[in-house]
């Protein structure tokens, strides 16, 4: 079983350790995750040490074991694969704020187009539009 926190994402301006336990946190925290045997993830050096700790605290049930993989069967990673597709042409980000609220505009969309979201339908454009207006009209 891997682990995926669903829709929610983790946006970190580091990849260590405290930001890894983060992630997991939350992860867990999903009413449908409870006492995970494998968690996949990719090769960052963080995380086996994330999970150590958890382990140690009793946040991790102690039979879990670490996978990790560059690729194959990593859910986290190909969960982001779309984002990372769309961020190449714009050449990143400036600065992590910047950062913060386009990811945050990419998955209210991606939300939409799915019909995540309740009384707004996948291809009811002007709920949508409308939608889209209120959630960053406060933003500007």
Do not use: C
């Amino acid at each position: 079983m891997s682990i995926k926190s669903g829709e929610d994402h983790l946006l970190s301006a580091r990849r260590h350790a405290e930001a890894a336990k983060r992630f997991f946190r939350r992860a867990l925290a999903q009413p449908h995750t409870v006492n995970p045997r494998t968690i996949t993830v990719d090769k960052n050096p963080a995380y086996p040490r994330a999970v150590a700790d958890m382990k140690r605290a009793g946040e991790l049930w102690r039979f879990s074991r670490l996978r990790q993989r560059k690729y194959l069967n990593n859910i986290v990673e190909q969960d982001h694969r779309r984002v990372k597709r769309l961020i190449r042409p714009g050449l990143g980000f400036g600065s992590f704020q910047t950062a913060r609220r386009t990811l945050a505009g990419y998955e209210a969309m991606a939300m939409i187009r799915k019909g995540q979201l309740r009384d707004i339908g996948g291809q009811d454009m002007r709920a949508q539009a409308t939608f889209i207006a209120e959630l960053f009209q406060g933003a500007a």
